[in-house]
Every structure is written in structure tokens, then in C-alpha cells.
């Protein structure tokens, strides 16, 4: 199965206390949202593959989660412009026949 953490949002109903830092990019403890979501999901077998569907926000987000060969079934997704979750979730589904998992980013797994 697939797995999508959707991270393109503007962040608005939060952004008087966060100001422009997305909401998966908020910290608790050593992890950020985003950085929970993608442990629990590269623990799961089932898991083949988490795409990470992200917008003009990629930088801040990224930058504490290590894309690299020491995590190779994560692949970033980029919207130059809003898709919205559906499109989102359909252009995945063209993707693979597989099953998919959707997950919104600013999901707190553990506290």
C-alpha cells in the first residue's frame, strides 16, 4: 500500500500563533509533525511507498526531514499551484494499483 501525508495547506486557522511555519512543521519534542508521521509510516511493512504532497511551504518543511538514500521510499510531491486533496489523492491512485493511505500533516501521532 501507498501512503500520502498531505502537507500543501496554507496553515490559516493557526497562523495567528504560528505565524507562516506550516502546522506539520511544528515541533514537539525533538520531532516535528511531519517527522512523527514519516517514522510510524517507514515502520509499518505494509507501507511500500509515503509521498509527501507539499507547496510553496516545501522549504521549511523539508529542511528537518533528511530526504535522502537513508530514506528511499519517501518522494516529495510539489504543487506550483493549490491541487487541493482530492486531486491530490486521485493523481496518487494513477500511480499504482495498490492501496493508499491517507494521512493529513499536521496529525499528532504521540504527545
Known amino acids: 500500500m ?4 498531505l502537507c500543501a495547506g ?17 515541533k514537539f519534542g525533538d520531532h516535528t509533525l511531519l517527522q512523527r508521521i514519516v517514522i510510524e509510516l517507514l ?5 511500500s511507498n509515503i ?13 528537518n526531514l533528511q530526504i535522502s538514500k537513508e530514506l528511499p521510499r519517501v518522494r516529495i510531491l510539489y504543487e506550483a499551484s493549490p491541487w487541493g486533496p482530492s486531486l ?3 493523481e496518487i491512485l494513477k500511480l499504482s494499483n495498490e492501496g493508499l493511505l491517507v494521512v493529513h500533516g499536521d496529525l499528532l501521532l504521540e504527545a
Open 51 to 63: 509521498y509527501i504532497n507539499v507547496s510553496a511551504s516545501a522549504k521549511v518543511l523539508l529542511s
Open 43 to 47: 515502520r509499518l511493512d505494509t507501507v
Open 88 to 90: 491530490t489523492v486521485f
Open 10 to 26: 496554507r496553515g490559516t486557522r493557526l497562523q495567528s500563533v504560528i505565524g507562516d511555519m506550516p502546522k506539520p512543521a511544528i
Open 2 to 5: 501507498n501512503a500520502i501525508i
